[in-house]
């Protein structure tokens, strides 16, 4: 598949009501459960979720792991851990072992749609503009390398990321983006 503008998508919204093969969660490292989009995530998928998430005995910062999405209306959830932002060179390359690490288990299970939040930019304190260009341009490389793969939706809490993301993408391609509705 080649890359397009088409291929990603921009939501302002909740992550929790999307029809998606896969959500992806912002997650801490226990995988039970927390704040922001975590706690909302855990929440609306109901306590099977939790349960899940307890076999599989945490993860690391930068990696992911996938469970079913039971009450949610995506069919499964990625669990990444993002890093606390620290201005260390080694926050980018963490933050986007978890884009490519989510982004390689939907193509591994020939997933056709995916929907990430901005990763460690709520507590764990992630400058949203730098999140943006390493979470952009590790989908966008992704993308070009699955069949399987027709639609990353990048789902942001506000306006003002709604925006950041909006303009990066204008500035990756000569199309405009596509803006989605819930």
Same mark, same amino acid.
């Given at each position: ?98 884009? *490519?690490?989510?982004?390689? $288990? #939907? =193509? &591994?299970?020939?997933?056709?749609? !995916? ?7 709520? %507590?764990?304190?992630?400058?949203? *503009?730098?999140?943006?260009? $390493? #979470? =952009? &341009?590790?989908?966008?490389?992704? !993308? ?7 639609? %990353? ?30």
């Amino acid at each position: 598949m080649t890359y397009s503008p088409k291929n990603i998508t921009l939501l302002q919204g909740d992550i929790t009501t999307l029809a998606v093969d896969a959500i992806v969660n912002a997650a801490n490292a226990s995988l039970l459960g927390g704040g922001g989009v975590d706690g909302a995530i855990h929440r609306a998928a109901g306590p099977d979720l939790l349960a899940e998430c307890r076999t599989l005995n945490r993860c690391p910062t930068g990696e992911a792991r996938l469970t079913r999405g039971y009450n949610l209306p995506a069919r499964y959830v990625i669990h990444t851990v993002g890093p606390i932002y620290s201005g260390k060179p080694s926050d980018a390359r963490l933050l986007r072992r978890c884009y *490519e690490n989510s982004i390689q $288990i #939907a =193509i &591994d299970k020939q997933f056709e749609t !995916i929907a990430f939040p901005a990763i460690s930019c709520g %507590v764990y304190g992630y400058p949203i *503009e730098e999140a943006a260009t $390493i #979470a =952009i &341009d590790t989908i966008t490389h992704h !993308i070009e390398k699955s069949d399987s793969l027709k639609r %990353v939706t990048f789902v942001l809490f506000s306006q003002r990321d709604f925006d950041i993301y909006s303009d990066m993408l204008k500035a990756r391609s000569e199309s405009p983006v596509t803006k989605g509705s819930e």
